[in-house]
């Protein structure tokens, strides 16, 4: 378990070095709900309807801006190699990169809300349920970006093509996370949202980890 | 014990300034029959056997290109054989180093060592320790970025002393280090043995071993 803890230690701490990577992603995903308002109008009723929306669009677009760096570095210095012989297994390294990814790139994102909600100009209950759906939902982009990521981790410049490649399978996430803010559904997507989050969270780290051997031949 | 602090008495006096868990003597015994590796459609190595008892060192050389990194690769089990049996190279048995160090720049020394030894179990010399016995002993608190590559070689061999594990298997170790850095990595190799380890070394220079009994060299490419 200290190995686990370890790993996710490090990841931290390199994320936190090198600093701009997940703050530019905060960025991003702040920019594109400040410039939807400038596209479709100053119509705040219309911004409140379609707010929902917007959150999911800007934080799908800038968790797939963040996924080449999951396990590209690593593969790089050779870490990856490395790895495979520590005392983890294959599969709960990936878990554990896993969730650093999601500390570094998700939590981030879940803390810039309230900059959204107020350009959006959402209520606060409005406010309260995007951070629901986003805790939920953005581990199901993690794991699944985590295999994109692995996939891909041999192609030289591979930066682009894993987001293309795991586009299709997250788009359930995005139906289900937008469905679960709209005040007329009932509970039924927030269920299928969590459903999916646990059983994709579950699974990647054995699909990563089973791509990433493939990857070092 | 005997071969414990024989052990201790050839890493010099830093490993002997604090208690440091010394291991039982291991006995690996690797054995490799009827390997053939394919690259592609390219056939490196067909039918290839050998055995290495405790303290075993096999030499692997040969020209550019004929197949001994990747030879270490397969017995490390990053790379798929096509035909043959490995026994004796169990995944948390084995250290693998390579000219790609898994170190990163932006962690300091002492960051990183600390590092691998959680991943690969701390049952070997301390992080202190080891940075003194591969010579780089002073620079604990610095960022590995700043180190040159013979000091980031050096710090790869202090990998291999964290964590005890009784297979190295070493792609052209002593690349980057100096004269003294290669009489260092003999002693480590040399220690390594004392305790019943094995190692496979692919290598185009003479390595500076205490004891060459033992020692065999395999030739890849053409005459094998």
């Known amino acids: ?217 | 014990m005997t071969l414990a602090s024989g052990h201790l008495g050839s890493l010099g006096m830093a490993a002997m300034n604090q208690p440091t868990p010394v291991s039982e003597a291991f006995q690996p015994h690797l054995s490799v029959s009827g390997l053939t590796v394919r690259r592609g459609e390219r056939l490196l190595f067909a039918e290839l056997t050998f055995t290495l008892e405790p303290g075993g060192v096999l030499l692997l050389r040969g020209p550019n290109g004929v197949g001994k990194s990747t030879l270490l690769l397969t017995l490390a089990g990053i790379v798929h054989a096509e035909a043959g049996t490995l026994a004796g190279l169990e995944r948390t048995e084995l250290h693998l180093l390579n000219y790609q160090s898994g170190l990163k720049g932006r962690l300091t020394v002492s960051e990183n060592l600390k590092f691998w030894q959680a991943m690969n179990g701390a049952n070997g010399l301390a992080v202190e320790a080891a940075l003194d016995a591969v010579g780089i002993g002073g620079l604990g608190g610095l960022e590995a970025g700043y180190l040159s590559s013979g000091q980031l070689r050096r710090l790869s061999l202090a990998r291999l002393l964290v964590s005890e594990r009784p297979v190295w298997l070493l792609d052209e170790p002593s690349a980057a280090l100096d004269a003294e850095g290669e009489t260092l990595l003999g002693r480590l190799l040399d220690a390594h043995r004392r305790r019943g380890g094995i190692a496979v070394v692919a290598t185009h220079h003479d390595l500076l071993l205490g004891d060459k009994a033992g020692v065999e060299t395999l030739i890849l490419g053409g005459a094998a």
């Open chain 1, 1 to 217: 378990m200290s190995a686990f803890r370890a790993l996710i230690g490090r990841d931290l701490k390199l994320a936190f070095r090198a600093g701009g990577e997940a703050l530019t992603l905060v960025l991003f995903f702040v920019m594109v709900a400040v410039i939807v308002p400038f596209a479709i109008g100053p119509d705040r009723p219309q911004l409140t309807r379609l707010a929902p929306g917007i959150v999911w669009i800007a934080a799908f677009l800038s968790m797939l801006l963040g996924l080449d760096r999951l396990f590209r570095n690593d593969d790089e210095d050779g870490s990856l190699t490395l790895l495979r012989h520590a005392d983890l297994p294959l599969e709960a390294v990936v878990a554990a990169k896993v969730i650093a990814h999601w500390l570094v790139t998700a939590l981030p994102l879940l803390l810039a809300t309230p900059v959204l909600a107020l350009l959006l100009s959402m209520s606060w209950a409005q406010w309260g349920q995007t951070v629901l759906a986003l805790t939920i939902g953005t581990p199901a982009l993690v794991s699944f970006g985590a295999l994109g990521a692995a996939v891909t981790v041999g192609l030289r410049r591979g930066g682009l093509i894993a987001p293309v490649l795991i586009l299709p399978l997250s788009i359930p996430i995005m139906i289900f996370g937008v469905g679960m803010m709209d005040p007329l559904a009932g509970g039924g997507a927030t269920l299928f949202l969590i459903a999916l989050s646990l059983v994709v969270t579950a699974f990647s780290p054995f699909a990563a980890a089973l791509a990433l051997r493939v990857a070092g031949e």
